[in-house]
């Protein structure tokens, strides 16, 4: 009985060898076949991606912006566009928005857009007072005489995207700004008429949470530049 057991014992060592020796050559087979598979294959080229990147800024959200009435001096912080701002307004009497966007050095521009998610309405505007347009305008501080200023440039649609975003292109504008080596673009957002002389409130507004606070960021110009 001892005997039997140890010749076992002998056949389960003995087999172990022989176990390892067929995984190991299976192992060895599978690896060089693996090896001519792969270099049988091509090569997949590297992903690349031919989109170029989007440069956002934001406006300056300070004392270069603001609305101005368009028939008498005056000026103030909130971004407003449309007319009858308040009761103390003659009628007839409508505002516009100025914008201030600092430019980087060296931008290839192929394409820009002022956006703003913040757009708040008030009455009509977008029925009773025409299009909303951005026009690029050049000034060096903001003040009540920018009402009747001349612009740079020809105005350019923005439309409504969704309840609160428009988006207005001004990629030409911008272009001529980068070509001329500026380190700001300016923009005045007005409607095609000043006012509609019904009476009633017609504003598109734009902010975060205070109507009359301007901050950096309720409008962003993006840029596409070229590849």
């Known amino acids: 009985m001892q005997h039997k057991e140890s010749s076992m014992a002998f056949a389960r060592h003995a087999l172990v060898p022989m176990v390892l020796l067929i995984a190991a050559t299976a192992a060895a ?34 004392a270069l912006e603001g609305h101005t009435p368009t028939a008498f001096a005056g000026m103030g912080t909130g971004l407003f566009s449309g007319d009858n701002l ?29 956006v703003s998610d913040a757009l708040h309405i008030s009455g009509t505007p977008f029925e009773d007072l025409g299009r909303l347009v951005a026009e690029p305008i050049a000034y060096e501080s903001f003040g009540p005489e920018l009402f009747d200023l001349a612009a740079i440039g020809a105005p350019t649609e923005c439309t409504i995207t969704d309840g609160t975003t428009i988006r207005c292109d001004v990629s030409e504008a911008l272009q001529m700004a980068a070509g001329d080596g500026k380190s700001e673009a300016q923009f005045r957002i007005r409607f095609e008429m000043p006012a509609d002389n019904d009476g009633d409130q017609d504003l598109a507004m734009f902010y975060r949470t205070d109507s009359n606070t301007n901050e950096a960021g309720i409008f962003e110009l993006v840029i596409t530049p070229n590849p």
């Open 29 to 62: 087979h599978f690896s060089a076949t693996a090896s001519a598979a792969s270099a049988t294959q091509p090569t997949a080229p590297p992903t690349s991606s031919t989109t170029p990147d989007v440069v956002t800024i934001a406006n300056e959200g300070g």
């Open 86 to 114: 308040n009761s103390g307004f003659p009628e007839g009497v409508g505002v516009q928005l100025y914008l201030t966007f600092a430019l980087p050095p060296g931008l290839d521009i192929s394409s820009a857009q002022i």
